[in-house]
């Protein structure tokens, strides 16, 4: 059949029942619309495993030729709850608070739309990927997502998360309109497109605020050219204490390492006792005040951040990671040193000492 649309153009196309005036059109983003979306339910984890679930969404919707899009950070979670409580971060925030998208796509443009700005334009009935399990534990869908994307009945198919695309049910799935997939998904599309992912990941630009403060922070502490040593403790330090991995230990190889050379310490660990063996070695840490002084908010999350950025912008970096414990924040501070140009070879994880 000839149809003539509005702006006057003719095409051919199938007939079309005319939608019902009477009746709610909840899918303003029906199946004839072009534009196709892909997200993630976003995650109550820390900012590095909130950071995967973007990268994947990104790296997808790009394989997909979709628009990716870009969840709202969480605070709700253990690592920034306390944070919430005193007001120094809100529960929830956009993404681009935190992270120069656009610069971070420069090599590798995607289509991308913030959630609050498109929410509203999803549909209630759209095609989906079939979810093979429900959420972990630590995904929560807002209120108002009352889509009914998921089939259930793949449920009991596997314990892991996993989508129809994996069991050949549906090659890459170009057709659905929208695919939500959980925090789960991430490793699946890690495998999938590994070295799209891990570029994205090495390409990552924070905001100008941690990028630019970050650089200011460290030329205080110590100038331009520094050692940086990222020691995790916090959830990790019994493990890292059953390596020997102390923070006497540590402390004492950082310094054959250096070589006279000045350190600054990157930890989540800021108790007096770690303080002291820290300042009697001559290190440096950067702390509220430091923050403050370059208008960077005085939350957990930006102190991390620009302690990230210290140990990706540093000469030399020292990391700390045991066999058993695998840690996302080295594997992100080794992949962002790299997309810097940085000289990862003389970097020197630790992963056990005598």
């Known amino acids: 059949m000839r149809w003539l649309d509005a702006d006057g153009t003719e095409r051919e196309a199938e007939w079309q029942e005319p939608a019902d005036p009477k009746q709610p059109n909840e899918d303003v983003c029906a199946a004839g619309q072009e534009e196709k979306y892909v997200w993630a339910v976003p995650t109550q984890e820390g900012f590095a495993l909130q950071l995967n679930s973007l990268l994947s969404v990104l790296t997808l919707a790009r394989r997909l030729k979709r628009t990716a899009v870009l969840m709202p950070l969480l605070f709700t979670g253990p690592h920034y709850r306390r944070d919430v409580a005193l007001r120094r971060l809100p529960p929830t925030q956009r993404i681009d608070a935190y992270i120069n998208i656009s610069a971070t796509l420069a090599h590798a443009p995607v289509r991308f739309a913030h959630f609050d700005d498109v929410y509203r334009k999803m549909p209630r009935s759209a095609k989906c990927v079939s979810c093979a399990m ?17 089939d259930r009945e793949k449920v009991l198919r596997t314990r892991r998360p996993r989508c129809a695309a994996y069991y050949g049910e549906v090659r890459w799935p170009r057709e659905c309109a929208l695919c939500i997939y959980s925090a789960g998904f991430t ?168």
Not at 295 to 301: G, M, N, Q, T, V
Request: hydrophobic share 40%; with cysteine.
């Open 187 to 354: 490793p699946g599309v890690q495998l999938k497109d590994g070295d799209a992912w891990k570029l994205l990941r090495a390409s990552v630009v924070l905001s100008d605020i941690y990028e630019a403060g970050a650089l200011n922070v460290a030329a205080d502490l110590v100038g331009s050219s520094y050692v940086a040593l990222h020691l995790r403790r916090g959830d990790k330090k019994h493990t890292m204490e059953k390596y020997g991995l102390t923070v006497p230990a540590v402390l004492d190889r950082v310094s054959l390492i250096a070589r006279g050379r000045s350190v600054i310490v990157a930890t989540d660990d800021r108790s007096p006792a770690t303080l002291n063996e820290v300042s009697k070695r001559g290190f440096r840490l950067a702390d509220r005040a430091h923050l403050e002084r370059h208008a960077i908010p005085s939350d957990s999350l930006s102190a991390y951040l620009v302690d990230l950025l210290i140990c990706a912008n540093a000469d030399v970096w020292v990391g700390t990671m045991t066999g058993d414990n695998k840690s996302k924040q080295t594997a992100l501070i080794r992949s962002l040193r790299k997309g810097r140009g940085r000289d990862v070879v003389k970097d020197v994880v630790l992963t056990r000492l005598p």
């Open 134 to 150: 429900t959420p972990p534990p630590h995904v929560r869908c807002a209120r108002g997502w009352d889509y009914a994307w998921c």
